[in-house]
């Protein structure tokens, strides 16, 4: 039996003691949960009804005894209406316990017992009743005391008491049918738990016993092994479990690795003859290729000088190409910046032109201002002549016309301060034109001058183009010339690069030659450092 099967056997005992302690538990658990339901679901419910009854008696019997001793006929009548309420009580107790509290055949007979002994009691009750309603005390004493209500009352009274210690009788026996079955649910969970515990600690040790010894038995050989450096040896397999399984396999891997370590000391005896010769032979080729490179490297010092001339003339070409390009660069933007300012000059004659037209209108808005200045000097005189006038027509009127002498000095002397203003005006109107004639006339010269600069630059912009048409011819033939300077130049790099290679691939090559010595070298004692620790070990 593998240690897989004896660990599954043991978690299977395990599972199922598990399972069949909880199921017996739950199984347990849920017959006392269906007795204390009945118990709940049924004595309960028995003895609400039975003390519901017991409380309808008391009160039919309260009713009873004040039937005997109330002597008016009301009285009476209240008292047999309160017997009714408790017949009804008793009737509504009795008909939900047959119905739904009978636990079994002798609470059914009981019960019967009960109807018997109250209908007995409603019996003797009527017969009660008939005589006290003759208002004879004696007699009606008399039947109270001894008569048939007294015996049926003592036996109804009776078969409640049975009844209800019936129900008390039936709720201990389920209590004490709960506590037997809880004490053989216990003794028989701690018994099973015992066994399963023993058999659990069985199997347990069995397998621990087995991992152990064959763990143990592969420790002492891989110490062995790790210890002495000794691969002969091998580690015992009592059986073919997972343990037997793994042990098999170490051996193999133990003779594996026999076999590849002595291969291993074979070709490292192999690599350490080849080395050898491979050392010898590098150095060989590391003298050859120092040679080559030599001769390389003189071959490309000599085009080297060549490339740099070529290129240093190839330099002075794009330096004069540059050149041409930037004088026809600026020939443009002097060309487009004579455009320019000739525009500008145009705009500035047209401005001129408009100030000029300015100038003249003002002149004559001048004129025109200066006629209406005329009139109102004019009106200022004849005002003042009037408010004169009136001024001598107030003194002649006297003490009447004082009034109308004062406001007329008032408008003669508002008349002569605005005769003192249009004067004023007209002087700076003259002024005006007199500036105005000026402007005009330097206007008109400014107009001149401009349009001298406008045709001058008319020329100075044609001779530009020029420029910059010779200077863009300048600029393709030194572009063709410095191109074949650059095919030269580039044909004569691309040389000195192939030289240059070569003579690379010469120091390539003899550098490599070299790390091939090194490494035949590091090789061969790689190689004897190999053998060196493979020989420690008994292969």
Do not use: C
Not at 142 to 151: H, L, R, T
Not at 270 to 290: D, H, K, W
Request: proline share 1%; hydrophobic share 45%.
């Amino acid at each position: 039996m593998t240690i897989v099967q004896r660990i599954v056997m043991l978690l299977s005992a395990s599972l199922l003691a598990v399972l069949t302690v909880g199921g017996y538990g739950l199984w347990e658990q849920q017959q006392a949960k269906h007795r204390f339901d009945d118990a709940l679901g049924n004595l309960i419910p028995s003895v609400r009804d039975l003390n519901k009854a017991t409380s309808g008696f008391i009160d039919m019997r309260s009713g009873i005894i004040r039937h005997v001793l109330a002597s008016r006929p009301e009285d009476k009548r209240a008292a047999e209406d309160m017997v009714k309420q408790a017949d009804q009580v008793l009737d509504s107790a009795f008909d939900t316990y047959g119905k739904s509290d009978v636990y079994d055949e002798r609470d059914r007979k009981l019960l019967d017992e009960d109807l018997r002994t109250l209908a007995q009691l409603r019996e003797g009750r009527q017969k009660l009743f008939a005589i006290s309603n003759t208002n004879d005390i004696a007699a009606t004493n008399k039947e109270f005391i001894s008569g048939a209500i007294g015996v049926s009352t003592k036996a109804f009274r009776k078969a409640i008491d049975a009844h209800v210690a019936f129900n008390m009788q039936v709720a201990a026996e389920i209590q004490k049918a709960n506590e037997a079955a809880s004490q053989r649910t216990l003794w028989m969970m701690a018994g099973f738990i015992a066994l399963v515990v023993a058999l659990v600690a069985l199997l347990g040790g069995q397998v621990l016993s087995v991992i152990r010894r064959g763990l143990a038995q592969i420790q002492d050989t891989i110490q062995q092994v790790s210890a002495q450096l000794d691969f002969t040896r091998r580690a015992p397999v009592a059986r073919m479990d997972e343990i037997g399984v793994t042990a098999s396999a170490f051996n193999d891997l133990l003779g594996r690795l026999q076999q590849n370590l002595g291969a291993i000391l074979s070709g490292a005896q192999e690599v350490a003859g080849a080395s050898q010769a491979l050392n010898q032979t590098a150095e060989q080729v590391a003298t050859a290729a120092a040679s080559q490179s030599s001769s390389s490297a003189n071959v490309a010092a000599t085009i080297e000088q060549m490339t740099v001339s070529v290129n240093h003339v190839a330099d002075r070409a794009q330096e004069t190409h540059g050149l041409a390009s930037s004088a026809g660069t600026m020939a443009m933007e002097g060309s487009t910046t004579i455009s320019q300012t000739i525009n500008d000059i145009r705009q500035i004659s047209r401005a001129v032109d408009e100030a000029a037209g300015s100038i003249r209108e003002l002149g004559k808005f001048s004129g025109q201002v200066n006629a209406v200045v005329s009139v109102i000097k004019d009106i200022a005189d004849q005002t003042n002549l009037l408010a004169l006038n009136a001024s001598i027509e107030a003194a002649r009127a006297g003490e009447m016309g004082r009034g109308f002498a004062v406001v007329a000095d008032e408008v003669r002397m508002l008349a002569e301060r605005t005769t003192s203003s249009t004067q004023e005006i007209s002087s700076t109107l003259s002024a005006m034109q007199e500036r105005s004639r000026q402007a005009s006339t330097q206007m008109q010269t400014a107009e001149d001058l401009v349009k001298n600069s406008v045709e001058r630059a008319d020329d100075a912009d044609t001779a530009i183009r020029q420029i910059g048409g010779a200077t863009g011819d300048t600029v393709r033939m030194v572009s063709e010339i410095s191109a074949a300077i650059k095919e030269q130049g580039s044909a004569t790099n691309n040389i000195a690069v192939q030289v240059e290679s070569i003579a690379q691939m010469s120091e390539e090559a003899s550098s490599a030659a070299q790390e091939t010595a090194s490494s035949a070298q590091q090789l061969d004692r790689l190689a004897k450092e190999q053998i060196a620790t493979l020989s420690q070990y008994r292969l």
